[in-house]
């Protein structure tokens, strides 16, 4: 991830939402309780930025269209 993300609102969104996506993911794919861990801060890091700059959450994926 070494690209330089364009300073827009959906571009940054975007990224967020890709990001937590990503560690979601990981976080379900493991048995390791300190992967899980490590999932979970990445997941609250992520989502803590998302809700600072857009005043939401990104949803889990089992709760859209509820």
């Not at 794919?29 to 992520?46: M, R, S, V, W």
């Not at 803590?48 to 949803?59: A, G, N, Q, T, Y």
Request: charged letters at 35%; one cysteine or more; glycine letters at 4%.
């Amino acid at each position: 991830m070494s690209e330089t993300v364009e300073f827009t609102k959906e571009a940054v969104m975007g990224y967020l939402d890709q990001a937590i996506i990503n560690w979601r993911r990981k976080r379900n794919e493991t048995d390791d309780d300190l992967d899980k861990h490590i999932a979970l801060c990445y997941i609250d890091a992520y989502q803590s930025v998302h809700i600072k700059l857009f005043s939401e959450l990104l949803e889990p994926e089992d709760s859209k269209g509820k």
